[in-house]
Every structure is written in structure tokens, then in C-alpha cells.
């Protein structure tokens, strides 16, 4: 059936999947951005783009590690979000959240972990997808973590997933209706996210030492204890990292 769907965040790494997977299935797709007129942080435009909406899938994201500025960017987001979609009659909120983010509620988890909370208490008919950092999560990481002209890569245990088998499975449940907490995605098998970015480094050309980093605090802790790693119950992806970056063929700098 055909649905009008609304993606917040729908410009981002998951959000333009998402986007191509429901029009790809005949579903009409509205984006809610600031470059479309929307503002989900101040609520402007958002009771007109949700007219006649009967799901909003929320992707939104922020680049932090502050705990403080992740919990007021995503408590204040689902607010208006929620707020609004119940005056419109929106039957629908679907939200992506992180796989273990209530086992190291720290850093930019915590805000994701007010998200959920808001979600569950709130007046909309909801839906969580947990899922594992997606094989981007290397790339993002070589271009941000340095330290002057040395790349850096964290030590983590990780299950990475493709951003567009996530989008895949956000649409499966925004086609299902409401379900609560689903079951976690996650990739076929587990990775090293040294070894990711390392191999990721070699596809750009770099060729320089990429020494491994351990992050400080609890945050850090769970990374490389396997804490934030999908339990057995979890959905498994299919793409592995190895076969996303050769996919991605020559990468430029």
C-alpha cells in the first residue's frame, strides 16, 4: 500500500537510503530538513510537511562526543518531532538508535538513549531499530580522527552493517506498523575498526603509519570489551565491510 512517508535527517548517511528504498517501493517520501523548510529543533515547517503523513522515520544525527550537547540536540528534536506528528495525526514514529547505547550511556550515546526514552513514554505509536556503525563509520573516522597530519584509528570490537540494508529494514517496519523495540541489525560478522580504517587508509593512497588508539573513559571501555557488539538475537546483514570497500573501488583524498 501506498504510504506517505516523512524522513528527519533525510539528506544524512542513512537517511538518503532510506529515502531511495521507500520511493523505490511506491511509497510518496517527504524530507524534513532545513533545506526543504524544515526545522525539527525550533518546529518550523513541521506541522505543514506533516500533513497527511502516516510515518515519520527518524535519522537524524549530530557529530559530538559531548554528553550534554547529544542529550539536549536529540531530547529537543523528538520533542518537536513528536509533539508535531500528534497534532497531525501522524500514526507512525520510527526512529534508528545504536546497537548497546543502555550499556554505555555516555558520550553521544546518551543522547540516543533520551531519544528512545522519550519515544517509549510518548503519545505516538512507535518503533526502535537498533543497529551496529555502518561500514561508512571507517571513512569518517580517518577523516576526522588525527592528531596534526597523523591519522589515528580507536580500538574497537565492531559488527558493521550497510547504511542500505539499514534503510531496507526502517522500511519493513514502517510497512508493518508499530512494533516496539524489533530485533537489533547488524553485520555478518565482527571487525576490527583499527583494521577497518587501516584498510580504508590503503584504498585512498595513504600510506603512512595509522598507530591504534585506546579512548578514554566508560564509552571507550564498552568498545573494546564487545559491549556495544549485537547479541545472537540480533538480524545479520548480508554486505561485509571487505566487499562495501571494494565496491567503493579507487578513493580519492
Given at each position: 500500500?501506498?504510504?506517505?512517508?516523512?524522513?528527519?535527517?533525510?539528506?544524512?548517511?542513512?537517511?538518503?537510503?532510506?529515502?531511495?528504498?521507500?520511493?523505490?517501493?511506491?511509497?510518496?517520501?517527504?524530507?524534513?530538513?532545513?533545506?526543504?523548510?524544515?526545522?525539527?529543533?525550533?518546529?518550523?515547517?513541521?506541522?505543514?510537511?506533516?500533513?497527511?503523513?502516516?510515518?515519520?522515520?527518524?535519522?537524524?544525527?549530530?557529530?559530538?562526543?559531548?554528553?550534554?550537547?547529544?542529550?539536549?540536540?536529540?531530547?529537543?528534536?523528538?520533542?518537536?518531532l513528536l509533539d508535531a506528528?500528534?497534532?497531525?495525526?501522524?500514526?507512525?514514529?520510527?526512529?534508528?538508535?545504536?546497537?548497546?547505547?543502555?550499556?554505555?550511556?555516555?558520550?553521544?550515546?546518551?543522547?540516543?538513549?533520551?531519544?528512545?526514552?522519550?519515544?517509549?513514554t510518548g503519545a505516538v505509536?512507535?518503533?526502535?531499530?537498533?543497529?551496529?556503525?555502518?561500514?561508512?563509520?571507517?571513512?569518517?573516522?580517518?577523516?576526522?580522527?588525527?592528531?596534526?597530519?597523523?591519522?589515528?584509528?580507536?580500538?574497537?570490537?565492531?559488527?558493521?552493517?550497510?547504511?542500505?540494508?539499514?534503510?531496507?529494514?526502517?522500511?519493513?517496519?514502517?510497512?508493518?506498523?508499530?512494533?516496539?523495540?524489533v530485533p537489533d541489525l547488524?553485520?555478518?560478522?565482527?571487525?576490527?575498526?583499527?583494521?577497518?580504517?587501516?584498510?580504508?587508509?590503503?584504498?585512498?593512497?595513504?600510506?603512512?603509519?595509522?598507530?591504534?588508539?585506546?579512548?578514554?573513559?566508560?564509552?571507550?571501555?564498552?568498545?573494546?570489551?564487545?559491549?556495544?557488539?549485537?547479541?545472537?538475537?540480533?538480524?545479520?546483514?548480508?554486505?561485509?565491510?571487505?566487499?562495501?570497500?571494494?565496491?567503493?573501488?579507487?578513493?580519492?583524498?
Amino acid at each position: 500500500m501506498n504510504m506517505n512517508i516523512a524522513v528527519a535527517g533525510g539528506t544524512g548517511a542513512v537517511g538518503r537510503h532510506v529515502v531511495d528504498v521507500a520511493r523505490e517501493r511506491g511509497h510518496d517520501v517527504r524530507i524534513l530538513s532545513r533545506a526543504k523548510g524544515v526545522d525539527v529543533l525550533t518546529g518550523g515547517g513541521l506541522d505543514r510537511a506533516l500533513a497527511d503523513v502516516q510515518s515519520v522515520v527518524d535519522t537524524t544525527n549530530l557529530s559530538t562526543t559531548s554528553r550534554d550537547a547529544s542529550v539536549a540536540f536529540f531530547e529537543r528534536a523528538t520533542r518537536m518531532l513528536l509533539d508535531a506528528e500528534q497534532r497531525a495525526g501522524v500514526g507512525h514514529h520510527l526512529v534508528l538508535s545504536i546497537v548497546g547505547v543502555d550499556r554505555a550511556p555516555d558520550g553521544y550515546y546518551a543522547g540516543k538513549v533520551a531519544q528512545e526514552a522519550l519515544v517509549e513514554t510518548g503519545a505516538v505509536p512507535w518503533t526502535i531499530q537498533r543497529a551496529t556503525q555502518f561500514h561508512d563509520f571507517a571513512a569518517q573516522l580517518y577523516v576526522r580522527a588525527k592528531l596534526g597530519p597523523v591519522h589515528l584509528a580507536p580500538r574497537m570490537r565492531t559488527q558493521p552493517v550497510a547504511a542500505r540494508e539499514v534503510a531496507e529494514r526502517l522500511i519493513d517496519s514502517v510497512e508493518a506498523g508499530p512494533a516496539g523495540r524489533v530485533p537489533d541489525l547488524a553485520g555478518p560478522r565482527e571487525e576490527s575498526l583499527v583494521e577497518m580504517i587501516r584498510a580504508y587508509a590503503v584504498a585512498t593512497g595513504h600510506r603512512g603509519w595509522i598507530p591504534a588508539i585506546s579512548l578514554p573513559g566508560a564509552l571507550g571501555r564498552a568498545q573494546r570489551d564487545g559491549s556495544l557488539l549485537a547479541t545472537p538475537d540480533a538480524v545479520l546483514g548480508r554486505q561485509t565491510f571487505a566487499e562495501w570497500l571494494s565496491a567503493l573501488g579507487p578513493v580519492r583524498r
